[in-house]
């Protein structure tokens, strides 16, 4: 309760939602080069086969695989963004044979989502694991420096951390004047990681969100699917009521 009590600004670096957050994006870069190289490996092999035979099961494996990565990234948001996503449609042939089968993906616009978010993601994870690290780790560092300032003066042979140096000058934080400005900026630093984390991560919430769930048309189809129960069902227990009303009132009557 005490923690409540709390501006957010303070609480922010220890919740555990900017620690989850950060993690996500730390993972989405490794995560998201996998993604591009395979993609772009086996989506130019199977454009280039179209000519013959070949390209077409190269192509539709491609978009299958591009399905796969997104499963794997909708459990990730689930886990670390708490991001809820419903799978996108799947994609079925008519007749259930494996020609049927890669037409249905060829044709599906979720499986070109699904490439289009594998392609797409990988310069905006490079940009988000830069950013996020350098204001993370640094402001941590910079704000616990007093703590592990002995640490040059004892194993560099040096004053303190060094800000400037050449061949005849060098400046290092070393004064307790300068050790304080610098744990300072480090706070400063710490208190912005969190927003500037999260604003990143939102982003990734609506490439996931936009990108790897159902299309708007399927959703539609859904809710009209589930509202059409609904009254099927309202409709069944009028029609029950009424014959329960008849049976024991008009009919008992007569």
Do not use: N
């Not at 009590?5 to 555990?16: M, N, S, V």
């Not at 996503?85 to 599906?108: D, I, N, Y």
């Not at 204001?135 to 420096?145: E, I, R, V």
């Not at 769930?213 to 509202?227: I, K, Y």
Request: positive net charge.
């Amino acid at each position: 309760m005490a923690s409540h009590r709390l501006p957010a600004a303070i609480r922010a670096p220890f919740e555990a939602r900017t620690w989850r957050e950060f993690g996500y994006l730390v993972l989405g870069l490794p995560l998201s080069c996998v993604y591009f190289a395979l993609s772009v490996a086996l989506v130019s092999a199977g454009a280039g086969l179209l000519v013959t035979f070949l390209g077409i099961p190269v192509l539709a494996g491609a978009l299958a695989m591009c399905r796969g990565f997104g499963a794997v990234e909708r459990a990730r948001a689930r886990g670390l963004l708490g991001l809820e996503v419903a799978p996108p449609e799947p994609a079925r042939g008519r007749t259930g044979g494996a020609m049927s089968w890669m037409g249905a993906t060829l044709k599906s616009g979720a499986s070109w989502r699904h490439l289009l978010y594998a392609l797409l993601h990988m310069p905006w994870a490079i940009f988000a694991f830069t950013v996020s690290v350098a204001f993370w780790m640094y402001g941590w560092a910079l704000f616990t420096y007093p703590l592990w300032q002995w640490v040059f003066p004892m194993y560099a042979g040096q004053d303190g951390l060094q800000l400037y140096g050449d061949r005849t000058h060098a400046f290092y934080l070393d004064s307790p004047f300068e050790i304080a400005v610098t744990s300072a900026v480090g706070l400063l630093f710490v208190l912005a990681g969190p927003w500037i984390i999260r604003s990143l991560a939102a982003v990734d919430r609506l490439m996931v969100s936009g990108l790897l769930g159902p299309s708007r048309l399927a959703t539609r189809v859904t809710e009209l699917e589930s509202d059409r129960g609904v009254v099927v069902d309202t409709a069944a227990a009028d029609l029950r009521r009424i014959e329960r009303d008849l049976h024991d009132g008009a009919q008992a009557r007569l």
